[in-house]
């Protein structure tokens, strides 16, 4: 059963700094694309960054270039996101996600982790 | 202001059918990017309802269908039971920025 569990997310100040870990099982972790993708209180879904499957290849969402850094683990079945310069909009869920090949969208989801950006 | 426009609401009576729309433009739907649907219950991560315009993934039932034309798409809902009520969004892949979501629809069962 493909298991993803984000952990890492909590309160912290504008300009301040988290990493955001998922850790992946039950599927082969070094074949997937993997995304971060997050969702504001009582907002919709925002595509945040993804990672080719050995990490050669990242893309970002505009707003968190130069701020968020994306990497993986292979050899610990674990995807992280590092976030800095952190503002009060990044506050959102953030979920991991899997790339399913060819594009078609991502067919597993962790159950998120709650990053609070707040004095 | 989400790259992909859907309504913001639709509501329907318990068996109706109730259709949700998506609209892009010519870097991404129109593209010929394939359209995805996500069904996201009150408090869970978003399940993939639709993949690729109109398949669908083991388990989902046959009553959720998609479809695309142009750059515009829709995912249709027949028989409509009070556990669909959920918000539904769109998603595709756009040349320039990666991927893209709708703002969401939330349906609601009359």
């Known amino acids: 059963e493909v298991q993803l569990v984000e952990s890492g997310g909590g309160l912290v100040q504008p300009g301040g700094s988290l990493r955001l870990s998922c850790a992946a099982s039950g599927f082969t972790f070094s074949s997937y694309w993997m995304s971060w993708i997050r969702q504001a209180p009582g907002k919709g879904l925002e595509w945040v960054a993804n990672i080719k499957q050995d990490g050669s290849d990242k893309n970002f969402l505009d707003s968190v270039k130069g701020r968020f850094t994306i990497s993986r683990d292979n050899a610990k079945n674990s995807l992280y996101l590092q976030m800095n310069s952190l503002r009060v909009e990044d506050t959102a869920v953030y979920y991991c996600?899997?790339?399913?090949?060819?594009?078609?969208?991502?067919?597993?989801w962790g159950q998120g982790t709650l990053v609070t950006v707040s004095t | 202001q989400s790259v992909l426009t859907q309504p913001p609401s639709v509501s329907g009576a318990p068996g109706q059918r109730v259709t949700i729309s998506c609209t892009g433009s010519s870097s991404n739907i129109g593209a010929g990017y394939g359209v995805h649907w996500y069904q996201q219950l009150p408090g869970t991560a978003p399940k993939l309802l639709i993949y690729d315009d109109s398949n669908r993934p083991s388990g989902v039932p046959d009553r959720f269908s998609g479809s695309k034309s142009g750059s515009s798409a829709s995912l249709a809902i027949t028989g409509l039971q009070a556990e669909d009520e959920a918000d539904y969004y769109c998603q595709s892949y756009d040349r320039s920025l990666s991927w893209v979501f709708g703002g969401g629809t939330k349906l609601t069962v009359l």
């Open positions: 996600a899997r790339d399913t090949p060819n594009k078609k969208g991502h067919g597993y």
